[in-house]
């Protein structure tokens, strides 16, 4: 019998470091090149003081340079086994030499097994800062330029009416575990730490990130402005996110701390949509009896968006889409229980994090179950037991197809159950027995 693979806590190696802190600046957005330029400064603490190699997570970006301490230049390598899956081999065909070399990549650069795509050397003069218990700063220096991952430049085709507002944006987005696709970090939900967020853009336009928005400060040109933000409260890199655009700013009357941001001539919207916004928050805090874990809370509706909404740390990005007038009813159900969703999702996703994917499914559970307590509320029992036998279907009819649902990745699917629905496996099954 085929012996499972060793996925125990105890058979990962450990980061020889521990992430404190990161200062992300993007100086450098330019809508023309789809591009971006910028620099990012990681603070680590060494926990083994023989330090030599560390390795990031950095993927489509060109890195030109990298610092230790502002001083010392340390030499860099760059490897990501994902641009040749099938290694050079154009002729293989079969998915399953496929899913093996895939699977093979992905642990290649899986940053909790102490493992990316940029690997730093320490040089033999930066030694004497590796200490145990004292931070070391690594500033990276990169550029990307028609990322086809990770960030999205919405341009809309040019129109001749000059009083068509231009209503060209860009937002960040993707998986779990992504955020190496726009910046150099360690890309896991294992290390969160502190932030430093700066993002230069033209006068016209507002940045969008994580945190509070500490000062927003006018370049020496008056041409372009900076948008300083400050998480003080430790999150991971995965819930770090960005969104850039001539938005339209909507402060919540019922709770100043919440913002919202949406495209041009889309305010009157706006103003509908999130108008029972605030009492969300206060379902969650008296359910939960715990204050919301952040100071501030933004809510930023773009287009073209792959999902209906995406939850960060103290940021969600949804789709304009999900905006509607007074008058449509239909969508006013779907609305307000994806962004209460996504508030749920700031207490546990953001806030509270799984230590390993195996324990994905519980942060995301409790957030699901928070949200249909409050959809429970909003719209009577009825609505809320009709949510639940829909969610009962569609994991029955998920696991007549796939078979179990898999809560831990690190264990092997289950068989396809027998069912009068599923004929296919009755039959392997009957064949197995006799």
């Known amino acids: ?16 470091f521990k992430l404190a802190h990161q200062i992300v600046s993007l100086t450098g957005i ?23 190699l560390i390795r990031l997570n950095a993927k489509q970006c060109r890195i030109y340079r990298i610092l230790l301490n502002d001083v010392c230049e340390a030499e860099f390598f760059y490897f990501d086994p994902f641009l040749d899956i099938l290694q050079g081999d154009s002729k293989v065909r079969s998915l399953d030499v496929y899913s093996k070399n895939h699977l093979s990549a992905a642990q290649k650069t899986d940053p909790d097994v102490n493992c990316g795509e940029l690997l730093i050397q320490i040089p033999p003069e930066g030694y004497h800062m590796i200490q145990e218990g004292r931070g ?19 341009i809309p085709p040019t129109s001749e009416d000059e009083q068509q507002p231009n209503s060209a944006h860009m937002f960040t987005y993707a998986y779990e575990n992504s955020t190496r696709l726009w910046f150099p970090c360690v890309d896991s939900f294992a290390d ?11 006068k016209h336009l507002t940045a969008v990130s994580c945190g509070e928005l500490v000062e927003v400060v006018m370049t020496p040109d008056l041409r372009r402005k900076t948008f300083h933000y400050s998480l003080t409260t430790p999150v991971c890199a995965p819930n770090i996110a ?18 919202h941001f949406c495209l041009p001539q889309l305010l009157p919207l706006l103003k509908n949509t999130v108008r029972y916004l605030h009492e969300a928050f206060e379902f969650f805090e008296e359910t939960l009896s715990t204050r919301y874990p952040f ?3 933004k809510q930023v509706f773009v287009d073209e968006l792959d999902t209906d909404i995406s939850a960060y740390a103290t940021l969600s990005i949804a789709s ?43 942060a995301k559970g409790i957030a699901e ?38 809560l831990d990745c690190s264990q092997p699917p289950a068989p396809l159950p027998v069912s009068s629905t599923n004929p296919a496996s009755a039959t392997s099954k009957q064949t197995e027995i006799v």
């Open 1 to 16: 019998m085929d012996s499972e693979p060793k996925t125990e806590p105890k058979d990962v190696p450990a980061r020889p």
């Open 136 to 154: 070391l700063r690594i500033g990276i220096e990169f550029s990307m330029e028609d990322p086809q991952g990770g960030i999205h430049f919405v």
């Open 295 to 297: 100071s501030c809370y």
């Open 30 to 52: 330019s809508f023309e090149r789809k591009s971006i330029i910028g620099a990012v400064e990681l603070t680590i603490v060494p926990t083994k003081e023989n330090l030599r």
């Open 242 to 259: 960005l969104a850039v655009g001539p938005f339209e700013i909507y402060v919540d009357p019922h709770m100043h701390e919440v913002t």
């Open 369 to 406: 179950y928070l949200c249909g307590l409050y959809s429970r509320k909003c719209f009577g029992n009825n609505e809320y037991r009709e949510w639940v036998q829909s969610e009962l279907a569609r994991v029955v009819h998920y696991e007549e197809r796939y078979g179990g649902i898999i």
């Open 192 to 202: 969160p730490c502190t932030w430093k967020l700066e993002f230069t853009v033209d």
């Open 320 to 362: 304009v889409h999900l905006m509607h007038s007074i008058a449509i009813i239909d969508q006013t159900y779907i609305t307000r229980t994806l962004m209460s969703r996504a508030i749920a999702e700031q207490f546990f996703g953001c806030f509270i994090t799984s230590h390993h994917w195996s324990d994905t499914w519980l």
